[in-house]
């Protein structure tokens, strides 16, 4: 069932009532700066309710742009990337998930220290050279996770054919990814303030 417009104002109020908080004092954020606002959106993407919502709508451009495998850095890409698995096979689409993880594991089999995978639908890894890949990750704030994720996909010789996001902070994450040719797409932004809100090609989608 597509998303209606009311079910993404249902997701906005809730990333605003639970994952969205302003502050006097600058806090500082996982990228190493500090900002005035504060956002964490597990709350929502470990959420079924708001999870649906998102695979929803992230589904759509991501199955346009051919990624035949969906995933990210842990710990923000695997709710977002099992959401537009799920959302995806709904649709009669198959996208396994894929995660890199930024330190190595020191326990276990070698070939799984910075890389899980799915089985792949064809034959051989899931995540190798050709493969068509979508990065998704839950905000995005200069991209350092996000681009972290992209580099290891590149440096598998995958295609990224997508960078998505939930949030993008008003630091302008997603230039970053534009400026290297690759495509970048969100579903909400913020500004400085920290108010937050739609973006534009969700909005009309929706509508």
């Known amino acids: 069932m ?13 990333i605003e009532k639970h994952c969205l ?5 600058p806090v500082k954020l996982n990228s190493g700066g500090y900002s005035n606002y504060y956002l964490d959106l597990k709350g929502v ?10 695979g929803q709508l992230m589904t759509p451009a991501i199955i346009e742009s051919g990624a035949e495998a969906v995933g990210g850095l842990a710990a923000g890409c695997i709710p977002i990337a099992d ?15 894929f995660f890199g993880r930024a330190e190595a594991k020191d326990h276990g089999r070698p070939d799984q220290a910075m890389l899980r995978q799915a089985v792949a ?14 990065i998704v990750e839950d905000a995005v704030t200069t991209g350092g996770a996000a681009m972290q994720a992209t580099e290891f996909a590149l440096a598998a010789e995958c295609d990224v054919a997508l960078v998505m ?20 797409k969100r579903l909400f ?3 400085e303030d920290g108010s937050l809100h739609v973006d534009e090609a969700i909005d009309a989608l929706t509508r």
């Open 2 to 14: 597509p998303t209606t417009h009311d079910e993404v104002l249902t997701l906005k109020a809730a």
């Open 21 to 25: 908080s302003v502050h006097e004092t």
């Open 45 to 54: 993407a470990l959420h079924p309710r708001y999870a649906r919502i998102i």
């Open 83 to 97: 959401a537009v698995s799920f959302a995806a096979y709904d649709s009669g689409v198959v996208l396994p998930t």
């Open 121 to 134: 639908e064809d034959e051989g890894p899931l995540v190798r050279p050709g493969r068509k890949v979508a």
């Open 165 to 184: 996001c939930v949030v993008e902070r008003h630091e302008g994450g997603g230039e970053a990814f534009r400026a290297r040719g690759l495509t970048f």
């Open 189 to 191: 932004y913020t500004h």
